[in-house]
């Protein structure tokens, strides 16, 4: 069965202050490890796929980084509207037809002015 | 560009109800479609997917059941609701063979 599991569940951050979350996954065989953010009561936005270790992919403050067993985002000085919960999936290799991904429970980042 | 349309948004129903939660999407055809349900404290958890109309596979056996009467249509009902199917349920569209895009999503709360 394929596993996902988040940490921390909660990150309270200074403005500028930079950290990572970690996803770490156990799945038969990856097909992609996927980031997304989730404003409150909203669906997840995509951020990234990844597919390989040692893959690399960035987007402004973020960057998320993948190896054969876990994956890393990390937030380079962050700020207020960085303020969300970050998902974490893996996909594994396609069986019946479709892409289904499993999914982390989360880590809630906070970041404080 | 595809895009993703819930409804409705907001709803709360009584223990014993029926439930009918649209998802409709634009801008592509013969998509994969997805229903998740996110539950306080936990994970997305998927319910169903659908490679096409009236192919629906259903991942965790529940009260809930769904189906694809157009290409572009998922429909996810329920003939008599639960306490525990309070949630926010997502619908998701696959794009490029493998990247999953959410809607907005609909809560629903079970009294």
């Known amino acids: 069965e394929d596993q996902v599991t988040q940490s921390p569940e909660a990150l309270r951050l200074q403005e500028g202050e930079s950290s990572s979350l970690n996803c770490s996954y156990t799945v038969s065989g990856l097909r992609g490890l996927f980031w997304y953010r989730q404003d409150p009561g909203k669906g997840p936005e995509f951020l990234f796929t990844l597919y390989s270790a040692g893959e690399e992919k960035e987007k402004e403050r973020l960057k998320a980084t993948l190896t054969k067993k876990e994956s890393f985002l990390h937030i380079t000085a962050p700020k207020p509207e960085d303020s969300a919960t970050y998902l974490c999936a893996v996909q594994a290799l396609p069986g019946a037809g479709s892409y289904q991904l499993t999914f982390g429970k989360g880590t809630k980042l906070s970041v404080i002015p | 560009s595809q895009t993703i349309h819930q409804w409705p948004a907001t709803l709360v129903q009584p223990v014993g109800s029926p439930l009918s939660l649209e998802c409709t999407v634009e801008?592509?055809?013969?998509?994969?479609l997805y229903w998740y349900r996110q539950a306080a404290g936990r994970g997305l958890q998927l319910l169903f997917y659908?490679?096409?109309?009236?192919?629906i596979s259903s991942e965790v056996p529940q009260n809930l059941s769904a189906s694809r009467p157009q290409d572009r249509q998922f429909i996810l009902s329920s003939k008599k609701l639960l306490l525990s199917d309070s949630g926010f349920y997502l619908c998701?569209?696959?794009?490029?063979?493998?990247?999953?895009?959410f809607g907005e999503g609909s809560w629903l709360t079970v009294v």
């Open positions: 998701g569209l696959e794009i490029l063979g493998n990247t999953i895009y």
């Open positions: 659908s490679v096409g109309i009236g192919q």
């Open positions: 801008g592509t055809s013969n998509p994969n």
